[in-house]
């Protein structure tokens, strides 16, 4: 739900998922792990970490963890 909204907004913005991990300053590959499907790989991410994407993205936290219809 997170990586999928995040996905999207970021695509809206013209962002790439690699450009906005570096623009945040989180590890390359994090944002795909908060929505792996495997359990083991899955990584729950910082409520800085939704800040600084949130922020980047120019949307509310709300936003990226909100479920879709």
Do not use: H, T
């Amino acid at each position: 739900m997170i990586y999928k909204n995040i996905c999207r907004i970021a695509k809206e913005k013209g962002i790439s998922i690699n450009s906005l991990e570096k623009m945040a300053g989180i590890s390359r590959g994090s944002i795909c792990k908060w929505g792996s499907i495997d359990e083991n790989d899955k990584i729950e991410p910082g409520i800085w970490k939704l800040e600084k994407v949130a922020k980047i993205l120019d949307v509310s936290i709300e936003q990226l963890i909100e479920k879709s219809s």
